[in-house]
């Protein structure tokens, strides 16, 4: 076995074990293989463990790739921010986007969405810390923008995702994903029963325990599936050898 391998049915494990301690099943967790930065084969491999939705932050790497693997019939989910230029590639190509911050984002991605793809699954990108420098939106802007949302026809509206502030221990890890699974509870409450959002997009490699008690439903994992990304000028390097 490869290391690829190794580390997604030891990921499994531990991903398993959580569960039960936190009296969930499993099978409601959705382990999205973060992507970026890692090549044709790299996803191949994790494919070949049972993995079949893929997370990617880039655009350009994330079409090639996309494009590439088209006979795989894998699930996309885009997660880097989410510029106006590029909602109409990502309406065309993707099945999810976790980082929808505002309105006119969604209206592009509805207006762009082709009819025979279905709705487009969004995650409502939620500045879980309220953190000056990162994007998403408040937690108290959320309900309105979740109920603009939901009027748009070509999107469905699944739930909410944060990416909090490094903590280091699994209690201190929980609190940023409490609050997330708090205020998804009340934008519910303003819920029709048939639109409830039923997804919290939480947890990355150093914190997936605390993100599985907190009710995680989808997982972004990436450096304990792939190892650790080479940094940036790693790969400026690359290309110019
Ligand atoms: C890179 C990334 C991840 C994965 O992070 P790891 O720590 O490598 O698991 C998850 N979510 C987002 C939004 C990312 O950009």
Known sequence: ???????????????EKFATSAGRDSQELLLLAVSKTRDIEEIQ??????????????LQEALHKINALKSMSFEWHFIGPLQSNKTKQVAENFGWVHTVDRLKIAKRLNDQRPENLGPLNICLQINIDNEPTK??????QACDLALSIRQ??????????????????????????????????????????FQKLDTLSMGMSGDIEAAIHEQATILRVGTDIFGPRPDKANNKEDKTT
Do not use: C, V, W
């Not at 491999?45 to 990617?56: H, M």
């Open 45 to 58: 491999r994790a494919a070949s463990q049972g993995l079949n939705a893929f997370g990617e932050n880039y």
């Open 1 to 15: 076995m490869t290391s690829i391998e190794k580390n997604i049915s030891a990921l499994q494990e531990r991903i």
């Open 152 to 193: 748009l026809p070509n999107l469905r509206l699944r739930g909410l995702m944060a990416i909090p502030q490094a903590r280091h221990n699994i209690k201190s890890q929980r609190q940023p994903f409490r609050a997330l699974f708090l205020l998804k509870q009340e934008i519910n409450q303003q819920l029709d029963n």
């Open 135 to 140: 994007s998403g939106l408040s937690p108290d």
